[in-house]
């Protein structure tokens, strides 16, 4: 039987794990603020800013040659910018704190779950490895002067880190899903997995077209903002067809998924929540086609396909909550009694 202390450890580990994986979210959010306000360079170095722990506020504390200095890392003809400069040092400052908290959720499992689940621990482990080589990973983003497959490979480390997170979160609470699991056909279970590789797909080259959006802003400027939709070549366009084929097969598993689940559960909810943000995911795609790409529509946008992402491995999660249920838990009485709150 699980003692009374290691129950309030597993229930603070899921509200910890739950609090982490919100917050890699948000940084997904404000990630997408720095490019979106052109602000990936508003330090040139890393992981300092214009050689300073604390960046400047005003260019008369930078260096009178500070262009000079950091000409090879784009600044030759760009004058300081107070705004993009914290705009990007803040963005670093939430990915430290999210580093934090991901090794005290790694810290966290020990105590909870090495005895009872370590597969727990080893993921909270992965994650805490990986949210490692992704500050290493941004420092070489800095270095290459925002090298387009290094950021598309930032994003896919980020997704990565959340798929981990998500699943650490969900394994910890199987024994509470595991009660009136939800069912589906096998065909659910196939295209819920083929739509979400292809939303994926349709995220990485998101951010291909992201990089597309910079370089034609770069020439354009912003007096000619009306033009940059159509000086984006043919990866646009595919990017914004391929949303048909994603809509299709996230709707190949949805409407059959939620006609066999009537009743109300976590999975069937997550469902509903899918439907509704692929619906505002296709608007804010639509608002930057015909709006000119509007900067706070970007991190929408891209903050929103995560979230569905992440939303559709929960569901993923759920269907599999009794593989995923260690056999520790296989005790009904003792499954009553961890009594904590769920995702």
């Known amino acids: 039987m699980t003692s009374l202390s290691n129950l309030i450890n597993e229930r603070s580990f899921r509200r910890l794990a739950l609090l982490t994986v919100l917050s890699v979210f948000l940084l997904i959010l404000v990630g997408g603020i720095v490019r979106s306000t052109g602000s990936g360079m508003g330090c040139p170095?890393?992981?300092k800013c214009f050689g300073q722990w604390v960046p400047p506020t005003d260019v008369s504390e930078l260096p009178a040659n500070y262009q000079q200095i950091y000409a090879h890392r784009g600044y030759k003809d760009v004058q300081f910018n107070v705004a993009k400069t914290w705009t990007e040092y803040l963005n670093r400052l939430l990915g430290a704190l999210i580093g934090v908290f991901i090794f005290l959720t790694f810290a966290a499992s020990i105590k909870a779950y090495w005895r009872r689940d370590r597969p727990i621990v080893g993921?909270?482990?992965l994650a805490f490895l990986l949210v490692g080589f992704?500050?290493?990973?941004?420092?070489?983003?800095v270095s290459?002067?925002?090298s387009g497959w290094l950021i598309t490979l930032h994003m896919l480390l980020a997704i990565i880190i959340v798929g981990v997170l998500l699943y650490v979160a969900t394994?910890?609470?199987?024994?509470?899903?595991?009660?009136?699991?939800?069912?589906?056909?096998p065909s659910v279970y196939r295209w819920i997995w083929i739509s979400s590789g292809l939303l994926l797909f349709q995220i990485l080259l998101g951010t291909q077209v992201r990089e597309m959006v910079d370089e034609v802003a770069s020439q354009l400027g912003q007096q000619q903002r009306y033009m940059w939709v159509s000086e984006l070549g043919i990866r646009f366009?595919?990017?914004?067809?391929?949303?048909?084929?994603?809509?299709?097969s996230q709707l190949a598993w949805i409407l059959p998924f939620l006609r066999n689940n009537t009743a109300k559960g976590a999975a069937t909810t997550l469902a509903s929540f899918v439907v509704g943000l692929i619906l505002i995911e296709i608007a804010t795609g639509a608002i930057m086609g015909y709006f000119a790409i509007p900067a706070w529509a970007q991190p929408v946008h891209l903050t929103l396909a995560v979230t569905v992402l992440g939303f559709q491995f929960l569901v993923i999660l759920l269907l599999y909550a009794n593989r995923l249920l260690p056999d520790s838990y296989k005790d009904t009485s003792e499954?009553?009694?961890?009594?904590?709150?769920?995702?």
């Open 171 to 185: 394994r910890s609470q199987a024994h509470i899903y595991r009660f009136g699991q939800t069912t589906a056909k």
């Open 45 to 47: 170095d890393w992981p």
């Open 134 to 141: 992704q500050g290493w990973l941004g420092a070489k983003v």
């Open 123 to 125: 993921f909270s482990f």
């Open 335 to 343: 499954m009553l009694r961890a009594n904590t709150p769920t995702l």
């Open 237 to 248: 366009y595919v990017h914004r067809t391929f949303s048909l084929v994603v809509l299709a």
């Open 144 to 146: 290459s002067v925002l």
